[in-house]
């Protein structure tokens, strides 16, 4: 069984900064791509920063300049170090993991962090 583990969240004010962590257990065969993804009330979820096993990296137009997604290959976390936070950031953060247990690709997801950014 495989679990994204996630921490980090909570509520800051306007311009400053949170770290978000997560950390896949589990009889885990090989991780890809890690990522994290955020879901606002009534909007549909979306990708924030992608990180793959040789360390490229993509952000949401949004973010860019102001988040950082950085993995750990042998301990198999992903972490999202979040500055200048915007009150248009608030949302549930999830964790996501494209991993293997045995030799096929599955997605796995985290249960979700709530980050609140007050005006």
């Known amino acids: 069984q495989v679990q994204l583990v996630e921490s980090g969240g909570g509520l800051v004010q306007a311009g400053r900064s949170l770290r978000l962590s997560c950390a896949a257990s589990g009889s885990i065969r090989s991780v890809n791509a890690m990522a994290w993804y955020r879901q606002a009330p009534g909007k549909q979820r979306e990708l924030v920063a992608r990180i793959t096993n040789s360390g490229i990296t993509n952000y949401v137009d949004s973010v860019k300049g102001r988040f950082t997604i950085s993995r750990d290959n042998a301990k198999n976390t992903v972490s999202l170090q979040m500055n200048s936070l915007k009150p248009e950031d608030t949302a549930i953060y999830y964790c996501?993991?494209?991993?293997?247990?045995?030799?096929?690709?599955?997605?796995?997801w985290g249960q979700g962090t709530q980050v609140t950014v007050s005006s």
């Open positions: 996501n993991a494209l991993l293997s247990v045995s030799y096929a690709l599955n997605n796995y």
